[in-house]
């Protein structure tokens, strides 16, 4: 049973206070830059922290984005991207401003890489992320000087960089170097920023702990995998750890990717936050947010208030979401408009053979007598 | 609502001879009232169904529900609900009669009106010519499952609204004749229905 291991995972939780920085320090060392665990920072890794109390008025700004991808077999070739955005001035009682920003791409330089083979949906995935980081960085613009908490609906970490292998390197710089610079823009605007990723399902406090048990000349890539823990989630851990409200102590990402943002001043930061009972959210911060207090207690108390009345996930990310949806008949709708645009333009806009052979073969096959 | 002019409600999402229910998505201040007078086109335009609005419902939304079964909530969530998410609103209407032309026929209509067909409510003007006759006051009576002499006295009170000052007082006298004899095997309803058609002063 995975649960009877819980109580020996936080005793190694427990135990990493015990050990000298300098002997963590040498660990963490041997362990290498390749090794994907967690590392700690100033707090102590299993200290938890009570709710702040939030400030009497801040302003809560969510995004979320959905795309459509492109169909090789449609009339027309496009993308489309769908931001949506809330602005919530907390403690003025009024109604939230909402957005949804769609955004159509059809230009060819837009569709196609440099060797003419139509762009990746991972690509057009981490622009999304971007074009998400931005609507923040915008609306931040507009609260500057007071106190803001710009929530996404993922981590923070582009998930693209970490697909780089299988992608034109060109693209990929383009959409982290915008990524970084909406970080910038939000940190020069004041706000705190904050991904939450809702029942995550890391291990990388698990494996610090279990690092922590290591004599260092027994660390090595076979007994990382040999761990006791293994199967057993951070989550799990700071389920049985946390009382409704606490947060864990802040830890380093350790993802690979995370080197591009620390060479950009963004290094990526964490902490797990339970919201209600049974409910872990991860919360991802840069280090500029983690290293100042007023933002972190920020990002927990505004967290916490916003997910009061959702069952511990955060309400405005839900809303942003659902303003940011494409549904199955608005996506048939862009398509048919584009083909009348095509048309007007004298480019009748054909679907493929196959997309229509498909057509004839999905609808209703029986006759009725 | 009487209004000077007509107002787009919202469109038929299903109906019978009987009458029909529009779906619609308005702001609280522009939603109709109960025992308002509307109108939805039918037979292609030839004929135009007169309703009466019998119940206004607000359809079930689970994100609603989460928050309304929670504690927790905030002012600006409650507000997002209400102002922002746009919930669909679902009117029913008691069919009383039609208009085919200029006449107004104190009848159910030959057909009922087609899905999507736009509903509007009844200008003023056209309230007051519908109810120059009382004819429809039987086919409200007779409607079963529905609270009919509230609905009545709603729609009275409306028409008579929809008229000069001076008209109002004898409108309500005579539509409370009317309503006498046709419930006069009834005292305790009709004492009800005459209760609620004692004129009102300020609009509705």
């Known amino acids: ?369 | 609502m009487t209004t000077s002019a007509s107002t787009l409600i919202g469109r038929v999402t299903r109906c019978s001879l009987r009458g029909f229910v529009g779906a619609l998505r308005l702001p609280e201040p522009n939603v109709p009232i109960f025992g308002a007078f509307c109108t939805a086109e039918a037979q292609q335009g030839t004929s135009h169904v007169v309703g009466l609005i019998y119940d206004i419902t607000i359809q079930d939304d689970e994100f609603a529900r989460q928050i309304a079964t929670t504690e927790g909530v905030s002012e600006e969530q409650i507000a997002d609900q209400q102002q922002n998410r746009q919930i669909p609103i679902e009117v029913s209407a008691l069919a009383v009669g039609y208009r085919r032309g200029n006449r107004y026929q104190q009848a159910l209509p030959p057909q009922p009106p087609l899905s999507l067909a736009p509903i509007y409510s009844l200008p003023s003007a056209e309230v007051v010519a519908f109810t120059q006759d009382l004819a429809f006051l039987p086919l409200v009576l007779s409607a079963g499952n529905l609270p009919v002499d509230e609905l009545l006295a709603a729609a009275l009170q409306q028409a008579a609204l929809a008229r000069p000052q001076a008209e109002r007082r004898p409108f309500l006298l005579e539509a409370g004749r009317v309503c006498s004899r046709l419930m006069a095997d009834d005292l305790g309803r009709l004492d009800t229905l005459l209760q609620g058609l004692r004129p009102v002063e300020s609009g509705a």
Do not use: C
């Not at chain 1, 309400?315 to 048309?343: C, F, G, K, P, T």
């Open chain 1, 1 to 369: 049973m995975l649960a009877s291991r819980l109580p020996g995972l936080e005793a190694a939780l427990t135990g990493l206070n015990d050990l000298e920085a300098q002997a963590l320090a040498a660990r963490l060392a041997k362990a290498g830059d390749r090794w994907p665990g967690a590392r700690p920072t100033q707090e102590p890794p299993s200290l938890s922290y009570d709710p702040p109390s939030p400030p009497a008025a801040y302003h809560l700004l969510a995004a979320d984005g959905s795309q459509i991808h492109p169909d090789r077999h449609a009339g027309a070739p496009f993308y489309l991207i769908n931001i949506g955005s809330l602005q919530v001035n907390v403690g003025s009682g009024t109604a939230p401003r909402i957005h949804s920003r769609p955004v159509l791409f059809h230009d060819p330089a837009d569709l196609y890489d440099e060797y003419g083979g139509l762009i990746s949906n991972e690509l057009i995935n981490g622009r999304r992320d971007a074009a998400e980081l931005g609507e923040l960085a915008r609306l931040a613009k507009g609260t500057a000087g007071q106190p803001t908490l710009a929530l996404l609906d993922n981590g923070l970490i582009l998930w693209l960089v970490l697909q780089v292998r299988d992608q034109p390197r060109r693209p990929v710089d383009e959409v982290l170097q915008r990524y970084m610079g909406h970080l910038t823009a939000l940190r020069r605007h004041g706000a705190a920023v904050a991904g939450v990723i809702d029942r995550p399902r890391h291990a990388n406090v698990v494996g610090l702990a279990h690092l922590g048990e290591l004599p260092v000349e027994s660390i090595n890539d076979a007994n990382h995998k040999a761990s006791p823990y293994l199967g057993l989630t951070d989550r799990a851990l700071f389920n049985r750890r946390l009382a409704a409200g606490q947060r864990s102590a802040v830890f380093v990402h350790g993802s690979p990717v995370n080197r591009d943002f620390e060479a950009a001043g963004h290094q990526v930061h964490f902490y797990y936050l339970k919201t209600a009972e049974d409910s872990i959210l991860r919360v991802e911060i840069p280090v500029w947010v983690a290293s100042d207090a007023n933002l972190l207690d920020l990002t927990q108390a505004a967290i916490l208030a916003d997910a009061a009345a959702t069952n511990g996930f955060p309400y405005s990310l839900a809303r942003a979401h659902e303003l940011a949806v494409i549904r199955q008949a608005e996506r048939q709708q862009v398509e048919a408009m584009l083909a009348a645009a095509l048309l007007r333009h004298g480019l009748p806009a054909r679907p493929s053979t196959k997309s229509t052979a498909k057509r004839w073969l999905t609808g209703r096959r029986r006759h009725r007598v």
